[in-house]
């Protein structure tokens, strides 16, 4: 549990255009802030679906959006069912922290989280945490199912880097 951070300008688009309130009416702000709030709600609905969509596992799921703060709650099955989840609503557009207060049935050693920098590939992520580039298939296979081809991560996306199986 705790506060994990991400790029809030990378990921995948799931909220409304922003709308710019400096300079506008009090009534006109108001209306925007609600407005706000309901595309916030959307949004954690949709990332609610999606995370059921790819199968993780997690009971009384509850996702709540507050400006670029999305917090998290629920029964994971798992460790990498947790980390999975925070992954996917962290590696959303707008979102710039995610506070995760997932309990977890099963506990397992918890995986490293990797910002992804321009130019880099998971073979050199591999190197990086693992020293051989050639065991980029474990990356890539603790990332599924967000990630569908080990060729397209992108700079600001933040991966799973499990502990080696020995």
Request: proline share 4%; charged share 30%; glycine share 8%.
């Amino acid at each position: 549990m705790g506060i994990f951070k991400f790029i809030k300008e990378a990921g995948a688009k799931v909220f409304g255009a922003g709308k710019e309130t400096k300079g506008v009416s009090a009534k006109v702000a108001v209306d925007r802030q609600y407005e706000e709030g309901i595309e916030n709600e959307k949004a954690a609905r949709k990332l609610e679906i999606t995370i059921h969509d790819l199968n993780l596992k997690v009971e009384n799921l509850k996702i709540t959006i507050n400006d670029d703060l999305a917090i998290v709650s629920g029964h994971a099955d798992k460790q990498s069912t947790r980390e999975k989840v925070i992954l996917v609503v962290g590696n959303v557009e707008g979102i710039s922290r995610v506070e995760d207060n997932l309990t977890v049935e099963n506990k397992e050693p918890e995986s490293v989280f990797h910002t992804v920098e321009r130019g880099e590939t998971l073979s050199k992520i591999a190197k990086e945490h693992y020293g051989n580039a050639n065991k980029y298939p474990e990356i890539f296979e603790a990332n599924k199912p967000m990630l569908k081809d080990p060729d397209k991560i992108y700079p600001g996306q933040v991966l799973r880097i499990p502990p080696l199986n020995k």
